[in-house]
């Protein structure tokens, strides 16, 4: 039986709408379509579709890393750099998945391991988290900053009076970090960054690591802070906890139909096509 999941933005009343009206089409093809509830899958789906933004395709990925099945992202919103189709190409899309007629994109991900005394109440527990963007150790109360000690591959590195500090894959790069002033990657790299936010000492650079970098960040005396991990707190940190981030075995699978030139979709997002010259 061909079975496709659906993660519906919560907010979106076209999300519901548009998952309605593919569901009815789908049927006639054989198809079953079904909502994902919650935080589980519906078991038995060859491909989950996120009808949303960026924000829903992260929590698509991180439920499908589990069984390494493919995410195929819809755009209900701007453009999004994850997302692969417009709503009026759902059903012609998933038509194509099964006749093998799409690529893979395999997107690096990140595996974080918190080593805390305390987590947030009513938060999904896990030993491993797996992120697609980035984990990030920020500050809990405005006004105060964080103290956070990076070692780099077990030898100390830094310590950071910041605000947070951001360990981010290539497709996180245009996220979290970017905001904080890090560097633009091509997501086809395999590299780490490391990215400070508002940093209150003279060294404020993010730095760009090898991918088999083993980064840790622990929490020094002062105010707590919390563990975010692709934009949801998991933990807490006091002094002394830490956080340990490397490159995992996993990969994020993305479907595509289209050949996507990332330089042309920065373009878009930030409006550089008008600021290019022209060739006479």
Excluded: W
Excluded at 76 to 101: C, H, M, Q, W
Excluded at 115 to 124: E, F, S
Excluded at 182 to 207: E, Q
């Amino acid at each position: 039986m061909s079975i496709v999941s659906f993660l519906l933005h919560p907010q979106r009343p076209e999300a519901t709408f548009h998952f309605e009206e593919t569901k009815l089409q789908l049927e006639r093809l054989g198809i079953t379509a079904l909502e994902i509830s919650g935080s589980e899958l519906n078991g038995e789906e060859d491909l989950i579709v996120s009808l949303g933004g960026d924000g829903t395709m992260l929590r698509a990925v991180d439920l499908s890393l589990e069984r390494n099945l493919p995410v195929l992202g819809v755009n209900l919103g701007n453009l999004g750099y994850l997302t692969e189709i417009d709503p009026s190409e759902i059903v012609s899309a998933i038509s194509r998945f099964y006749k093998g007629d799409y690529y893979i994109d395999q997107r690096m991900t990140l595996s974080c391991k918190i080593d805390a005394k305390k987590y947030q109440d009513g938060i999904d527990v896990r030993e491993v988290y797996l992120a697609l963007n980035e984990v990030v150790v920020e500050r809990q109360k405005s006004g105060h900053v964080v103290r956070v000690d990076v070692e780099i591959d077990g030898t100390p590195f830094i310590r950071y009076d910041a605000d947070g500090v951001i360990v981010a894959t290539p497709t996180g790069s245009t996220a979290y970090s970017l905001s904080a002033r890090g560097p633009i990657l091509s997501p086809s790299l395999d590299a780490l960054v490391l990215t400070p936010i508002t940093p209150h000492m003279l060294f404020d650079r993010a730095i760009v690591l090898d991918a088999t970098s083993k980064v840790a960040l622990c929490l020094s005396t002062g105010p707590e802070a919390s563990v975010m991990v692709d934009g949801r707190v998991v933990a807490s940190l006091q002094g002394g906890d830490c956080v340990y981030c490397e490159r995992s075995s996993t990969y994020a699978r993305l479907v595509r139909y289209h050949p996507r030139q990332f330089h042309s979709i920065l373009k878009t997002k930030f409006g550089l096509s008008s600021k290019t010259g022209s060739r006479e």
